[in-house]
């Protein structure tokens, strides 16, 4: 059995050298043959076209890493030129109407007068006098000096003035209204054979300091003025009309109101 593998695997090996041997073969070939000679290798390189030339070029874009972290904050620079102001805008729309405010304070009154009596006669003397009262009516904030009779002006203004008077029988009745030394109103009746109610009233412009007050003419025709203890005949009054100048609450200036004294 052993014999027979064998032989069969030699039959095999000579039946394949056997066909070897039979193909032919090419002629056996230089691997340098194709190249030409030194002097051919010249004239070919010039007939060849120029080899292109060739740069390189490196896609950045696949080089870049990461976003780094954000650094610090710059020191600030110098503030530029201001620039020349623009044009004006147009109007905006009108806004809403806002809450009413609190009450203001009113106006602060400024006010004078006064209202006096006298309940004794007084006749004339050799020198003019002023009439001395000995009743007080009103005197608010007392300006009026009961001692010398006469009215000072604390507040400048407009005044109004008024007298009353009872004539004295078969006398003549003679006295004025004095605007400090000057003779402003006359009081007048002439002599009767009865006695009679006499009046008289007077507005003036005062300034502070002035000084308001009845005299009674002297004694150059026989003048008198009657009263008694019983009733008041004699009566001096005056007050206040208009301040020269008024005063507002602090917190409202003369230009935030209207024409009227109104705040706006």
């Known amino acids: 059995?052993?014999?027979?593998?064998?032989?069969?695997?030699?039959?095999?090996?000579?039946?394949?050298?056997?066909?070897?041997?039979?193909?032919?073969?090419?002629?056996?070939?230089?691997?340098?043959?194709?190249?030409?000679?030194?002097?051919?290798?010249?004239?070919?390189?010039?007939?060849?076209?120029?080899?292109?030339?060739v740069r390189t070029?490196?896609?950045?874009?696949?080089?870049?890493?990461?976003?780094?972290?954000?650094?610090?904050?710059?020191?600030?620079?110098?503030?530029?030129?201001?620039?020349?102001?623009?044009?004006?805008?147009?109007e905006g729309p009108k806004g809403d109407k806002g809450q009413a405010g609190a009450p203001g304070?009113?106006?602060?009154?400024?006010?004078?007068?006064?209202?006096?009596?006298?309940r004794k006669s007084l006749h004339s003397v050799d020198n003019y006098q002023a009439l001395i009262f000995d009743t007080i009516f009103v005197n608010s904030p007392e300006h009026f000096d009961m001692f010398t009779g006469k009215y000072r002006c604390q507040i400048p203004g407009i005044?109004?003035?008024?007298?009353?008077?009872?004539?004295?029988?078969?006398?003549?009745?003679?006295?004025?209204?004095?605007?400090?030394?000057?003779?402003?109103?006359?009081?007048?009746?002439?002599?009767?054979?009865?006695?009679?109610?006499?009046?008289?009233?007077?507005?003036?412009?005062?300034q502070e300091g002035d000084e308001v007050w009845v005299r009674l003419y002297k004694r150059e025709r026989e003048n008198a003025i009657y009263s008694d203890d019983v009733d008041i005949y004699i009566t001096f009054n005056g007050y206040l009309i208009k301040p020269e100048i008024e005063k507002w609450p602090e917190m409202a200036t003369r230009s935030e109101r209207d024409d009227y004294g109104h705040e706006v």
């Open 1 to 53: 059995m052993i014999y027979r593998t064998m032989f069969g695997s030699l039959l095999l090996a000579c039946l394949f050298l056997h066909l070897v041997v039979s193909i032919p073969q090419p002629p056996c070939r230089r691997c340098c043959d194709h190249i030409p000679p030194l002097d051919d290798a010249a004239n070919l390189r010039e007939s060849m076209p120029a080899m292109p030339e």
């Open 57 to 90: 070029y490196i896609n950045m874009t696949i080089l870049k890493g990461d976003k780094g972290d954000r650094g610090e904050r710059g020191t600030p620079g110098k503030p530029g030129i201001e620039g020349s102001p623009g044009p004006r805008g147009s």
């Open 105 to 118: 304070d009113a106006c602060k009154s400024q006010h004078s007068a006064f209202s006096v009596g006298r």
């Open 159 to 206: 005044y109004f003035f008024n007298v009353n008077i009872h004539t004295w029988n078969f006398k003549e009745t003679y006295l004025h209204i004095m605007h400090n030394d000057s003779e402003k109103a006359i009081v007048y009746a002439q002599p009767s054979d009865r006695s009679i109610m006499q009046s008289q009233s007077v507005m003036l412009p005062l």
